[in-house]
């Protein structure tokens, strides 16, 4: 029988050190619960584990992402740069797209001014939160080949 999405998760998550699985699981908890109803597709890329969280799994409706790296976590803003940081917590130059990295894990991503960013971000997007709406969790990609996971 195949792997369901979630098992497929795990397996990815089970690449890395148990430090950043746990964090990496724990922040994709809290945006499943943060953002009811969101689409997730999951992309096993070369340089990172990245999922996304949108309306739909169309990559160009995704407003946020959480990518896990070797040795930390990044949230990722795909419309950052038409944002209000006035706490200048987002990093990147780039027409659209800001990364807030998750330094300090859970708290980062709990505290109240990134709370903030990421409801600036779903409202840019014109999503519309459903709290009774199911969320989806999707592999979209799988590289063939990666970087390691592990420091």
Request: aromatic share 6%; with cysteine.
């Amino acid at each position: 029988m195949p792997a369901t999405a979630q098992q497929q998760l795990e397996a990815f998550l089970g690449k890395y050190e148990p430090e950043i699985a746990t964090l990496g699981r724990k922040a994709i908890t809290h945006m499943r619960k943060r953002l009811p109803g969101a689409v997730c597709p999951v992309y096993d890329n070369y340089n990172a584990l990245a999922i996304g969280f949108g309306p739909t799994a169309k990559v160009s409706t995704l407003p946020l992402s959480i990518a896990l790296y070797p040795r930390w976590l990044t949230l990722f803003l795909m419309m950052g740069g038409a944002l209000h940081d006035p706490k200048k917590l987002m990093t990147g130059k780039g027409p659209k797209i800001r990364s807030i990295r998750l330094d300090d894990g859970m708290a980062t991503l709990k505290h109240p001014d990134v709370d903030a960013l990421i409801s600036a971000a779903v409202m840019h997007a014109g999503w519309k939160l459903d709290p009774k709406a199911r969320g989806e969790l999707i592999i979209k990609s799988i590289s063939p080949k990666q970087r390691p996971r592990r420091p």
